[in-house]
């Protein structure tokens, strides 16, 4: 069954500390993006992608880096946690015209300390 | 750029009532909209799409209709249930080819007995 997978589902990190989240996705979608969602409120754009090997940076970029090594998998990397980045992540797929069709991970909670 | 407007940060209803929720976009090239769905602690799931002027399109009890003139796609369902009560969130893309979606920042329904 096609999915969008994440890991860890949960993490917590110190301040000033490096952070990876992954995301695995089997719909074989061009596309791929990075929500942030704080608790109670919308989804906001950090890095997305539309082809292995380049990222593009979203509405929220600072402090947030991406890779996209192959269709399937795209990162997220935070080189220096900040208390401010304390949220759910959301990784997404999505192809076509239709790419806000989205499928979306079950989220990564990440507390930073 | 484009835009997703979604005027009610909150909505309260009691049980059996009738619901809208409002979402409104601007964007110069041909547009796709979407309906997502966010139960606490769970990730945005579809609801409906559409891309079709003036069409209505149903799926688990709600329907929105695409509404090219005046820039709608309003979401509606007839009698709300207790399990109704979540996120729902308004999202566009578009012809345009930037591959970026427009989220709208959300509408939290809540259903009392």
């Not at chain 1, 992608?49 to 399937?72: C, M, W």
């Not at chain 1, 990162?75 to 999505?94: H, R």
């Not at chain 2, 109704?84 to 259903?111: E, I, Q, R």
């Amino acid at each position: 069954e096609a999915a969008v997978t994440q890991s860890p589902r949960s993490k917590v990190a110190v301040t000033g500390g490096k952070v990876t989240l992954s995301c695995h996705q089997t719909n074989n979608h061009d596309y791929m993006y990075w929500y942030r969602q704080d608790t109670g409120h919308g989804l906001r754009l950090i890095h997305y992608s539309y082809v292995a090997d380049s990222t593009e940076k979203g509405d929220i970029p600072d402090g947030y880096k991406a890779s996209r090594p192959s269709q399937e998998n795209f990162s997220l990397i935070l080189e220096l946690a900040s208390l401010s980045q304390t949220a759910v992540y959301f990784c997404a797929s999505g192809t076509g015209v239709n790419y806000a069709e989205q499928f979306f991970g079950p989220g990564t909670r990440l507390t930073v300390l | 750029g484009d835009s997703v407007t979604q005027t009610e940060g909150l909505v309260t209803l009691t049980k059996g009532l009738p619901v809208m929720l409002n979402c409104t976009y601007q964007t110069t090239y041909s547009p796709f909209l979407f309906w997502y769905v966010q139960h606490l602690n769970e990730a945005p799931k579809l609801l409906l799409k559409s891309s079709t002027d003036n069409k209505r399109t149903e799926h688990q009890g709600f329907y929105a209709t695409l509404h090219k003139s005046s820039s709608s796609f309003h979401l509606q369902k007839s009698s709300v249930q207790l399990s109704d009560s979540a996120l729902y969130f308004c999202a566009l893309s578009t012809s345009g080819g930037n591959y970026k979606p427009t989220f709208g920042k959300g509408t939290s329904l809540v259903v009392h007995p």
